[in-house]
């Protein structure tokens, strides 16, 4: 199977406009970190998670955190969503890979996007996160991370996506490409 690294390298390569840190970054040959995201799409509809606590405080999420070891990615997306929103995904399908470069991280981040339309549970608000519902043209981009406007579009068209993001100081964008 191919990489990310190999498809997320050749972005920054094939882009004379990628920033240094971003090229240093991704072609290091550094282990990058795994994560999930889940995204709950009823078709007019997205149900996000307010952050309360820890990494994106304060934005407005899908559901989603680390691959621990001795589970696949898979596995680990459908236990945060219910550690997170209380709900178990009935559909869940891969839609997208998004690979984070931050200068003020030790590693590049993968995150594997999932999406559902159908759950068991309903959700309900814990520890890290608040669930609340936003119609599609309502996403409140002011309050997310900001990538998210960059990659939503295609999850909404529900075409599979991959994107490379370069953040300055977490939450700085500083460079992006979609693949
Ligand atoms: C930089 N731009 C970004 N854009 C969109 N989403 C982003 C993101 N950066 C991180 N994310 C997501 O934010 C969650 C953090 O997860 P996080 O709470 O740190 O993980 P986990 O629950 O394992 O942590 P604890 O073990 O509780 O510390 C996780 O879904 C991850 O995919």
Redesign the pocket.
């Known amino acids: 199977m191919e990489s990310c690294t190999d498809w997320a390298v050749q972005a920054v390569q094939q882009n004379g406009t990628a920033s240094e840190f971003v090229a240093k970054i991704l072609t290091s040959g550094m282990k990058r970190k795994l994560?999930?995201?889940v995204m709950i799409n009823d078709g007019s509809r997205v149900l996000l998670g307010y952050k309360k606590r820890?990494?994106?405080a304060g934005y407005y999420?899908?559901?989603?955190?680390?691959v621990e070891p001795g589970e696949t990615v898979r596995e680990a997306a459908q236990r945060?969503l219910v550690e997170e929103a209380c709900i178990s995904a009935q559909d869940l399908q891969e839609a997208g890979v998004?690979v984070?470069a931050f200068d003020d991280q030790p590693q590049p981040?993968e995150?594997h996007v999932f999406a559902a339309s159908s759950y068991v549970g309903e959700p309900a608000e814990t520890d890290?996160m608040r669930p609340v519902w936003f119609a599609h043209e309502e996403v409140p981009f002011d309050s997310m991370?900001a990538?998210?406007p960059i990659w939503y579009p295609y999850l909404l068209r529900q075409e599979h996506f991959r994107g490379v993001?370069a953040?300055q100081q977490t939450t700085k964008l500083v460079w992006n490409t979609m693949v």
């Open positions: 994560l999930t995201l820890g990494f994106g999420n899908g559901f989603g955190g680390k945060e998004l984070f981040w995150v890290e991370w990538d998210d993001f953040f």
